[in-house]
């Protein structure tokens, strides 16, 4: 049986990589998915690639008219959410000493900022009982020498997880946080192999995680089968922040 079957979930971060696969997983488990990011084309090539049960929508998640026509999307078309997977981030390097308060705002704005007005837009839309999703790092659990903005904005999104877990509680609202190590995504694409090969020396299970992999646990967190599990943190890293 579809483990999501007949649910409404909206993904941000959904045109590439965990999001498009998670994306992807969830259509072929039933529900009827949301798509949003900033590239237009790209979230058009994600739907195609999906096929049906998908609805792009372009959306600057540091927007908050931009969050506004998503939920708007939403509501006209299908007026509920039952999963939603707070996907989108990202971050880069930020050298200490050297940082400037214009790349913190960014990185925080993205991954702190953003996630948090994603999901307070949604509530009104979020059914009673309904899945959270947030995406985290390993970085945030471990001392990464020239992660520390990026680390530090996502250990803020943890630290959402556990307060909504308690704050939603009275409508069985699930909050949960999945924490991904290295993944072989397009982002990851563009890194010399020296990088690419440091990273999988960190791994104990010695290679990169897929999108897909990734796609499984946000589907574990998404459905019944995560029904007695709110407030915690995921790691998929094979063992990289666990060892």
Known sequence: MSKLNGKIAVITGGGTGIGLATAARFVAEGAYVFIAGRR???????????????????CDVTSAG??????QKVKETKGHIDVLFANAGGGGRTVFG???PERFDEIFNLNTRGVFFTVQHALPLLRD???IILTGSIAASKGMAGLGVYA????????????WAVELKQRRIRTNVLSPGPVATPLLAGAPPEA????????PLARLATAEEMASVALFLASEDSSYVTGTELFADGG????
């Open 40 to 58: 237009a084309e790209e979230l058009a090539r994600a739907a195609a690639v999906i096929g049906k049960n998908v609805t792009a929508v372009a």
């Open 66 to 71: 931009d969050l506004a026509r998503l939920y």
């Open 98 to 100: 050297e940082t400037t």
């Open 129 to 131: 009982g309904a899945s």
């Open 152 to 163: 530090a904005a996502k250990a803020a999104v943890r630290s959402f997880a556990r307060t």
């Open 196 to 203: 690419i090969d440091h990273l999988v020396s960190l791994v």
């Open 240 to 243: 990289a922040a666990q060892v």
